[in-house]
């Protein structure tokens, strides 16, 4: 009875893959892509029945049950994910891309062979798929082969012969030996412009203090104070200082100094006086 219900299952996918194939061929892409999608579903059901997991409403938990508990390859699960989601795209938004159809035949078709070689092992008691055992194998080939290249040895015995040691030497041997030799040939030339360099800088620089200089006075002897109104000329830098002469608005002052913040030096009939600073601006 086992052995019916499992030969009844197997034709049941197969006939859901000639459905897909002839849906494709009349054009019904929509269809095409619903149908791949049931017949996985059915495909994802025995196989979650057969690892003892627990049917659950949602398609993609099963999926990814299925492989994390290795009963499907890495390569399967993302073959029946990209058949769940094109589904889903056509049964929700009627997609109806002639594309989408072929992806999703050809993934079905791919995985129905792998999923025949399972059941097959499941019947033996064997839990892993036959396409992640075929990639453990595979990887356990490569392996093998690197570590044997790895445990070769030269037939001499010597992993580095005086030969190799040679190739190595004698290149940097010729750089040092030709950094030498440059170094032996211009050490005047070399001497001569760093004395160069360092006279050239200490010129510009004695050349730009000097013309520096000369700037600096004209510019402090360029500025013109005048008074900005009628002003006081003071003995004392005060109000109550005796007031001993008096500038008309606009004179010009002859400056000497800033006494403090309110009262500024000046040369008054020779004599040094005191002015309010309010009152005078610069030119």
């Known amino acids: 009875m086992a052995a019916s219900t499992s030969n009844t299952n197997w034709e049941k996918i197969q ?35 057969r690892a003892g ?10 999926i990814d049950l299925l492989y994390q508990n290795h009963w499907i ?12 989601i094109i589904g889903n795209k ?42 992640a055992k075929r990639s453990s194998s595979t990887a356990k080939s490569r392996t093998t082969g690197s570590t044997r290249s790895r445990k070769r040895k030269p037939s001499g015995g010597f992993s580095f012969t005086v030969y190799d040691l040679l190739k190595i030497l004698i290149p940097i041997l ?3 030996l030709l950094f030498l030799v440059v170094r032996l040939v211009k050490p005047d030339s070399d001497s001569k412009e760093t004395t160069a360099e360092v006279t050239t800088e200490a010129q510009l620089e004695e050349n730009t203090e000097a013309e520096t200089q000369p700037e600096e006075t004209e510019a402090e002897a360029a500025v013109v104070y005048r008074t900005t109104s009628v002003l006081n000329v ?6 109550e200082g005796s007031r001993i002469g008096q500038l008309e608005a606009g004179a010009v002052v002859d400056y000497v100094g800033v006494y403090d913040g309110d009262w500024t030096i000046i040369c008054y009939n020779d004599m040094e006086a005191y002015v309010a600073s309010a009152y005078l601006t610069t030119e």
């Open 234 to 239: 003071r003995s004392e830098p005060s109000t």
């Open 174 to 176: 010729c750089i040092i």
């Open 15 to 49: 006939q859901g893959v000639k459905d897909v194939e002839k849906q494709i061929g009349q054009k019904d892409y929509n269809g095409a892509m619903v149908k791949a999608r049931q017949t996985l579903e059915f495909m994802v059901k025995l196989q979650a029945a």
């Open 73 to 84: 390859s890495k390569a399967t699960c993302e073959h029946y994910h990209k058949i769940r």
């Open 90 to 131: 056509a049964v929700h938004e009627g997609d109806t891309n002639a594309y989408n159809a072929n992806q999703s035949y050809h993934a079905l078709s791919q995985e129905v062979y792998t999923f025949a070689n399972d059941y097959k092992n499941a019947k033996r008691g064997t839990r892993q798929s036959s396409s």
């Open 53 to 62: 997991i627990a049917e659950t409403a949602e398609l993609k938990n099963m």
